[in-house]
């Protein structure tokens, strides 16, 4: 999704004159001044959709004898398990990471069995990997967004920009998807792109870096710069 606007950016500059004299004992040593640097903050916000779905079938049949449905539950039974390795399932009640296959398998299985099967309602999930992988994605696009704020304000001021000094992930905020407008309507009434939507993670991250400012010193002074 496109990152929102950035905030315009305040610029404030310092030119810090070098402690004097010599070697001075530490009661009277003056805090060294901060030297050439830029310091910016970056954000970034990234979303994913969920990378698993889960599906339970339920399986019934009338017959005049126990014996006669249970068999029949069971020929049913590995009717499914039977479709759904052919599609690219995973059995595990049943688990897909393909929701076009996902698709597929539930309306075969609608067509061929009828009434005498009940399919529930998609679960959408992330997995483990996927959330994590998010999460680094969203730092290093914060961390590639304080980079280019700071070249652009060292580019402005003619200035060659120099290695990062500190790099500090300050805020990380997750949320999930929602969609207001069916918050009163049943679960089961949602589409498959509103759960898809409303299982849908986001993350944003802010990070804070400073940056070396590259070449000579003039006069003797320091040039300290903070961007917000």
């Known amino acids: 999704m496109p990152l929102?606007?950035?905030?315009?950016?305040?610029?404030?500059?310092e030119l810090v004159p070098p402690p004097a004299g010599g070697d001075n004992s530490r009661e009277n040593e003056v805090?060294?001044?901060?030297?050439?640097?830029?310091?910016v903050s970056g954000t970034s916000e990234l979303s994913a959709r969920p990378d698993r779905a889960k599906?339970?079938?339920?399986?019934?049949?009338?017959?005049?004898?126990?014996?006669?449905?249970?068999?029949?539950?069971?020929?049913?039974?590995?009717?499914?398990?039977?479709?759904?390795?052919?599609?690219?399932?995973?059995?595990?009640?049943?688990?897909?990471?393909?929701?076009?296959?996902?698709q597929d398998?539930?309306?075969?299985?609608?067509?061929?069995?009828?009434?005498?099967?009940?399919?529930?309602?998609?679960?959408?999930?992330?997995?483990?990997?996927a959330v994590d992988a998010l999460r680094r994605q969203v730092c290093l696009a914060a961390v590639g967004s304080a980079r280019q704020k700071a070249q652009e304000v060292c580019q402005l001021l003619g200035q060659p920009l120099g290695k990062p000094l500190l790099i500090r992930e300050e805020e990380v905020k997750e949320?999930?998807?929602?969609?207001?407008?069916?918050?009163?309507?049943a679960p089961d009434s949602l589409g498959l792109q509103q759960r898809l939507q409303s299982a849908t993670i986001y993350v944003s991250s802010r990070v804070y870096a400073v940056f070396e400012i590259k070449g000579e010193r003039k006069r003797k002074q320091a040039a300290h710069i903070n961007v917000n």
């Open 4 to 13: 929102p606007p950035l905030s315009p950016a305040r610029v404030f500059a």
């Open 31 to 39: 805090p060294r001044p901060p030297g050439r640097e830029v310091h």
């Open 55 to 102: 599906v339970t079938v339920y399986l019934k049949s009338k017959k005049g004898e126990a014996g006669a449905a249970r068999s029949s539950v069971t020929r049913r039974l590995d009717y499914v398990v039977q479709s759904a390795r052919q599609r690219g399932g995973i059995l595990v009640c049943i688990i897909f990471s393909d929701f076009g296959k996902m």
């Open 175 to 185: 949320w999930e998807g929602h969609l207001e407008n069916h918050l009163a309507n």
């Open 105 to 129: 398998v539930c309306n075969f299985l609608v067509e061929k069995l009828g009434s005498s099967v009940i399919i529930s309602p998609p679960h959408f999930y992330h997995t483990v990997e």
